[in-house]
């Protein structure tokens, strides 16, 4: 590997070490749409030769709303090989938000992807006086296109390549590469500023997490680009010579693995929950015989131990059995060519975990957060790196400790050079010895194994003095097939308590195998019939939790709670006091004791 030190510097080993005819690829209009290295390279020489056309010094801010694209990596390797800062922002956020994030961030211009995001962002950029310009990647009659930029550089070409070299030469790795906002839970957001270094050294560690990958191998990307996690592992593959295909969109995910027969993938675990879901439900629609064949498989994976020693010969045997004629099928399902998939974000369930790795799929889980860029500890593709439930190995090169109060400090490399223009809160979450405060508690093992409990901020207290997590509990509970979504609340209350969003087309499939008729989802949750089938399910998970933290009562609605309607975080995180105000009148309905 030529020596990265800085992110563009992956497009120059890859020049040297792979360059390969589909370097980038996406699906447009039903076909795929290759990039080859060489035009890669092209395309970002000609952007970074437009913005020093433009008169871009080193340390102006770009912002960008966009999908996954090839364009994406055009424009920020464009930008960062001569010293400017990428500001990525989620396309999904409130314009609250885009109007801090881009006056914040003081950025010049800005490019999104298409029409319908021109149209959200336009009166903001109105109302936003340092953005100079808007841009759009997509073709749009009237407005200024980002390919009108290349055309400058390619137009100035050859008054302006010594000055690119020389640009390019002079970017130090801990120059600041990128101002990520993070999509907080509370509040407005916070700009992370992370250098090269910080995601340089962040992706060389996960290099080691990955070594089952190899140059030439697919990776298909979804996960939005403006999500640390996508774009350090959009970095990592093309360090090591993947090709990458983005998806067409987040319902063709499924399509695209199996037409591209992918590798690997990175992703959140509600779609990983989705996934198992609907292979759960083909399972159930099976005949009779292929039915108990489907689930005694699921029963054999359940039990799997990824500790060899601990497998016995009849079990070994019966799993061979279930892979052969069960989860053979599954692997097909992905693409069958599947070697791994890294899960990020939150906390994925152990049982889901276990299943996947039995059905020899690698299910890695990670842990980070957008200030350590973001790995902190991730799962290991073989024993003894694997334990469910953990988040994984905290690598040597980081440094991690348990505070007296549980929290999870970490230290390293990729730790941020702190809040942009709120030097205060950088304070505040770096503390003079220069930890971390991640804000989530968690254990440390003696093998460096992590494991997280809950978010500090997030353990409530019972009226009778005892702690509940509820993440924990939420997780618990989400592995049943009747519930959607589940907030565990009960803060200074005598009991804990949930609101349960049902997983309503799995509902609806029951409500016709036991004759409950009706009108729509709102009078669907009242039925004494549905509330005692959710009693049956709070009984079955109950007694895996310590007393305090068991659900003494529950109560149904009918409404999701999405990035849309502002309950969920871009990264599909509980906004907790949100979604707790939502539903004050059924929480007050169960602690008023109706």
């Not at 353990?459 to 519930?483: D, H, M, T, W």
């Not at 399910?537 to 003494?552: G, S, T």
């Amino acid at each position: 590997m030529t020596n990265i030190t800085r992110t563009f510097d992956v497009l120059t080993n890859a020049e040297e070490n792979f360059n390969k005819d589909v370097a980038l690829s996406v699906k447009r209009n039903g076909k795929w749409e290759n990039f080859s290295t060489k035009e890669y390279r092209k395309r970002v020489d000609n952007f970074s030769l437009g913005l020093l056309a433009l008169g871009f010094k080193k340390g102006d801010k770009i912002a960008t709303v966009s999908n996954n694209r090839p364009e994406w990596n055009f424009i920020d390797f464009g930008m960062s090989q001569i010293g400017c800062v990428h500001v990525g922002i989620y396309p999904t956020i409130s314009e609250k938000e885009f109007l801090h994030i881009l006056s914040h961030s003081d950025s010049r211009i800005l490019i999104v992807s298409d029409k319908e995001l021109y149209e959200k962002l336009l009166p903001v950029f109105k109302k936003t006086p340092n953005l100079e310009e808007i841009y759009t990647i997509d073709m749009i009659k009237g407005v200024k296109n980002w390919s009108d930029i290349s055309e400058a550089g390619i137009s100035a070409k050859e008054e302006l390549y010594s000055t690119l070299v020389e640009r390019r030469n002079d970017v130090d790795p801990h120059d600041l590469l990128t101002i990520l906002y993070t999509s907080g839970t509370t509040g407005l957001s916070k700009g992370v500023m992370l250098t090269h270094n910080n995601v340089v050294s962040n992706f060389k560690i996960a290099i080691k997490v990955v070594d089952y990958l190899k140059p030439g191998d697919r990776a298909l990307s979804f996960l939005p680009l403006s999500h640390v996690l996508e774009r350090v592992g959009n970095y990592l593959w093309q360090a090591i010579g993947l090709s990458i295909y983005y998806a067409e969109n987040i319902e063709t995910i499924g399509d695209n693995m199996r037409e591209i027969k992918v590798n690997v993938f990175i992703t959140v675990p509600r779609v990983f929950e989705k996934v198992y879901d609907k292979i759960i439900n083909k399972g159930r629609e099976l005949p009779f015989i292929k039915k108990m064949l489907f689930f005694w498989a699921v029963k054999t994976g359940d039990k799997f131990d990824p500790n060899p020693k601990n497998r016995s010969f009849i079990y070994n045997l019966k799993l061979a059995i279930a892979n052969k004629l069960i989860f053979s099928k599954w692997r097909e399902a992905l693409g069958g060519h599947l070697k791994g998939v890294i899960s990020g974000g939150a906390a994925l369930q152990p049982r889901l975990a276990r299943i996947f790795w039995a059905a020899r799929i690698i299910v890695q889980e990670g842990y980070g957060l957008t200030e350590t860029s973001p790995l902190i500890s991730a799962t290991l593709p073989s024993y003894p790196g694997v334990k469910f439930g953990s988040v994984g190995r905290v690598p040597d090169e980081l440094e991690v400790k348990i505070a007296d109060d549980g929290e999870i400090l970490e230290r390293g490399p990729n730790l941020m050079i702190g809040y942009y223009k709120d030097p205060e809160t950088t304070k505040e979450a770096i503390d003079e010895d220069g930890w971390f405060h991640t804000g989530d508690i968690g254990t440390l093992d003696e093998d460096r194994m992590l494991t997280i409990t809950d978010r500090k901020k997030e353990i409530f207290k019972l009226s009778g003095g005892k702690y509940v997590a509820p993440q924990q509990v939420e997780n618990l509970f989400k592995e049943s097939q009747f519930i959607e979504q589940i907030i565990v609340v009960g803060e200074n209350e005598k009991f804990t308590s949930a609101i349960i969003v049902p997983d309503f087309e799995f509902l609806h499939n029951w409500c016709s195998i036991h004759k409950v008729t009706f009108r729509d989802n709102i009078e669907l949750i009242k039925k004494p019939k549905v509330i005692a089938r959710y009693q049956v399910e709070v009984d079955k998970y109950n007694p895996q939790l310590d007393r305090v933290a068991q659900i003494k009562v529950f109560r149904l609605t009918s409404e999701y709670w999405t990035t849309e309607n502002g309950l969920l975080s871009p990264t599909l995180k509980l906004k907790r006091k949100l979604v707790i105000k939502n539903n004050k009148h059924l929480i007050d309905s169960i602690y008023s004791g109706n």
